[in-house]
């Protein structure tokens, strides 16, 4: 009777060890298919910025609740960003608070890091006011687990900075 105990808890032992090794090794392929799925979408400059919390240079800093993005493609970017902090010159039109703004004239440079992470600047480069707002520069830095902070930097506002993911862009709107 003691041997068959002694064979069913080995038979028992090497049934876990089995799962564990499986449960690790699919984590580890789900995680590199995750990452290459993140860089397919950033080289091909087709994702989304989905912010999810809010550091502004003065005051307090929030999560988001309500769906905030930076949306990149090859020929448009459109942000729908909000702002807290301080501007040195109010909006045309008071409902026209946030970083919004859609062009297809824009400067887009990529740096890869050592850790395959990358540093992306956007400088929008259409002038029109009603458009383009007072956005100088956004500097996008994405890790490959697809977390990332984006960093706004304009000519009548404080500095303001983000962090979210990347996404997949809906192709549908």
């Known amino acids: 009777?003691?041997?068959?105990?002694?064979?069913?808890?080995?038979?028992?032992?090497?049934?876990?060890?089995?799962?564990?090794?499986?449960?690790?090794?699919?984590?580890?392929?789900?995680?590199?298919?995750?990452?290459?799925?993140?860089?397919?979408?950033?080289?091909?400059?087709?994702?989304?910025?989905?912010?999810?919390?809010?550091?502004?240079?003065?005051?307090?800093?929030?999560?988001?609740?309500?769906?905030?993005?930076?949306?990149?493609?090859?020929?448009?970017?459109?942000?729908?960003?909000p702002y807290f902090g301080q501007a040195y010159q109010a909006p045309y039109n008071p409902t026209d608070g946030g970083i919004k703004f859609t062009t297809t004239k824009f400067s887009y440079n990529s740096k890869v890091g050592k850790k395959g992470d990358w540093t992306i600047t956007i400088k929008p480069t259409d002038r029109s006011i009603s458009n383009w707002r007072d956005v100088q520069t956004m500097t996008l830095s994405i890790s490959t687990d697809g977390y990332a902070s984006l960093q706004v930097i304009s000519t009548n506002r404080d500095p303001i900075s983000f962090n979210g993911t990347i996404e997949k862009r809906d192709h549908k709107k």
């Open 1 to 81: 009777m003691k041997i068959l105990n002694k064979i069913a808890t080995l038979f028992l032992m090497s049934l876990i060890s089995i799962s564990l090794v499986h449960a690790q090794t699919s984590r580890k392929d789900k995680k590199a298919a995750h990452a290459a799925e993140i860089k397919s979408m950033v080289e091909a400059q087709d994702y989304v910025f989905d912010a999810n919390y809010v550091t502004p240079m003065r005051g307090i800093s929030r999560s988001l609740n309500s769906p905030y993005d930076l949306v990149i493609s090859k020929d448009t970017i459109t942000a729908f960003l």
